[in-house]
């Protein structure tokens, strides 16, 4: 009975998981997703287990937010032509961890006025404030679209508590 459950449920897992996890020769991990909402809760999952193998996990909760906002807005905005995912890559960095999301969309987000009413557009003025620094650029691998980053860098303590002169 267990089999059969797991059969009939394989074809929406595989819709939600990332279609391939892989690693660069960065060390960067590359993951794709298709546009449901439900992959940023997934990416935020993935996201947490490759900074505890980082030594990163310091920078877990801001990094889940910021991958969640990225990935969200690439899911409600982005166009995902057929046969296109949306893609994030986790980068390592010397204590740091850049984020990037990749979508087929032209359209570049943009920070919008804060209106007390609206019920959304806060999302990337709450990346600027966790992110040590974000942008969006042209994508690297030549495909149509945009890469929407932030990179994350561990808090350097006071000096006599682990920082450095």
Known sequence: MVKGIAQFFEPFLRHLLPDRIARERSGAVV??????????????????????????????????????????????????????EIE????????????????????????RGLDPDALDGRGLILVAALADEWGVGERDDGAPGKVVWAELVLPVG????????
């Open 158 to 165: 006071p000096l006599g508590e682990g920082g450095c002169p």
């Open 31 to 84: 993951l794709r997703w298709s546009s449901h909402p439900s992959c940023v809760g997934l990416a935020r999952m993935e996201l947490r287990k490759v900074l505890a193998n980082w030594g990163l996990s310091e920078l877990e909760d801001s990094a889940s937010l910021v991958v969640s906002e990225l990935l969200a807005n690439a899911v409600r905005h982005g166009r995902v032509s057929s046969g296109r």
């Open 88 to 111: 994030t890559r986790f980068v390592p960095r010397f204590g740091a961890v850049r984020i990037e999301v990749c979508d087929s969309s032209p359209c570049r987000p943009a920070v």
